[in-house]
Nanobody, 124 residues
Framework: QVQLVDSGGGLVQTGGSLRLSCAVS????????MGWYRQAPGKQRELVARITSGGSTDYAYSVKGRFTISRDNAKNTVYLQMNSVKPEDTAVYYC??????????????????WGQGTQVTVSS
């Protein structure tokens, strides 16, 4: 089993900063791409940022230049540094990881795992 626990959300004023964290734990064999998604009320979940195991990054156009994704492979943790936040960044943020698990005998197939979500609210 692989678990993701995301944290760091909260209430922040427009123009402020917030840092989200997501720790992956469990019977991990390997973690490939990791990312952050968000879902605002009444909207579909959307990709915010993604980072490969090699460190290549991808961002949604709306957050480019303001958000930075990074990962610490030794800690199995991915971060999202959010700067210059705007009211439209208000959403529940979910971390995601493509990972394989190890049951002691063999490596399982890769699955997509999700954190429980952390609320980010930007006040104007």
């Amino acid at each position: 089993q692989v678990q993701l626990v995301d944290s760091g959300g909260g209430l922040v004023q427009t123009g402020g900063s917030l840092r989200l964290s997501c720790a992956v734990s469990g019977s991990i064999f390997s973690i490939n791409a990791m990312g952050w998604y968000r879902q605002a009320p009444g909207k579909q979940r959307e990709l915010v940022a993604r980072i490969t195991s090699g460190g290549s990054t991808d961002y949604a156009y709306s957050v480019k230049g303001r958000f930075t994704i990074s990962r610490d492979n030794a800690k199995n943790t991915v971060y999202l540094q959010m700067n210059s936040v705007k009211p439209e960044d208000t959403a529940v943020y979910y971390c995601n990881a493509g990972a394989t698990s190890w049951d002691g005998l063999r490596v399982g197939p890769q699955y997509d795992y999700w954190g429980q979500g952390t609320q980010v609210t930007v006040s104007s």
